[in-house]
């Protein structure tokens, strides 16, 4: 038990310490010409339809994606804009 709590106390301290690795431009570049895999977007104020027109052009050719939002309206507008276009 008491080797279980030093552990436990050890992996606190270093998640504690982990540093967030952020993508360099030049990362940026790359995933931007071949095509993102995926999207999740989740959001409590920016309108999904204005979201989904700049980031899917990023996505790559029939790459899945997921919108979530507080409110049904701007989903269904959304959904009704990428039906329509």
């Known amino acids: 038990e008491t080797e279980r709590s030093t552990v436990e106390e050890s992996e606190k301290k270093d998640r504690k310490f982990?540093?967030?690795?952020?993508?360099d431009d030049e990362h940026m570049?790359?995933?931007?010409?071949?095509g993102f895999t995926s999207l999740i977007v989740a959001s409590l104020s920016v309108?999904?339809?204005a979201?989904?027109?700049q980031l899917l052009p990023?996505?790559?050719p029939s790459a899945p994606f997921a919108v979530?939002?507080?409110a049904a309206q701007p989903l269904a507008e959304a959904l009704h804009h990428?039906?329509?276009e």
């Not at 982990?18 to 993508?23: D, G, P, R, S």
């Not at 570049?29 to 071949?34: G, K, L, N, S, V």
């Open 47 to 49: 309108e999904p339809k």
């Open 29 to 34: 570049d790359e995933f931007a010409r071949e």
């Open 18 to 23: 982990m540093k967030i690795k952020y993508a």
């Open 68 to 70: 979530w939002f507080n």
């Open 58 to 60: 990023l996505c790559a």
């Open 51 to 53: 979201t989904l027109e």
């Open 82 to 84: 990428l039906r329509n």
